[in-house]
């Protein structure tokens, strides 16, 4: 098994938002929620990120976690305000 660096750099991000993800393939994350799963495609924040310098992953990965993890509290769902976090 391969180390991922980027993946294991957004999920602690988003624990430290009080966001548990779990990765559920190598472009998808999904957050338990008590409606369900919400799964959300990462691969294109995981292509910007695959294009940063590695010291910067950690503030790249928290950049998106904190705006993710506003989604997820206001009751979003896979729709155009998550992919726009995306972008």
């Known amino acids: 098994m ?3 660096a980027v993946g294991e750099g957004l999920l602690r991000a988003l624990a430290e938002e009080g966001v548990t993800g779990r990765l559920t393939g190598p472009t998808t994350v999904a957050v338990s929620r008590p409606d369900g799963d919400l799964t959300v495609d ?12 590695p010291a910067d992953l950690p503030g790249f990965a928290a950049h998106f976690a904190r705006g993710f993890a ?5 009751g979003a769902g896979p729709s155009s305000d998550l992919e726009r976090l995306l972008a």
């Open 2 to 4: 391969t180390h991922d």
């Open 42 to 53: 990462i691969g294109e924040w995981r292509a910007h990120a695959a294009e940063i310098p």
């Open 70 to 74: 506003r989604s997820i509290r206001a």
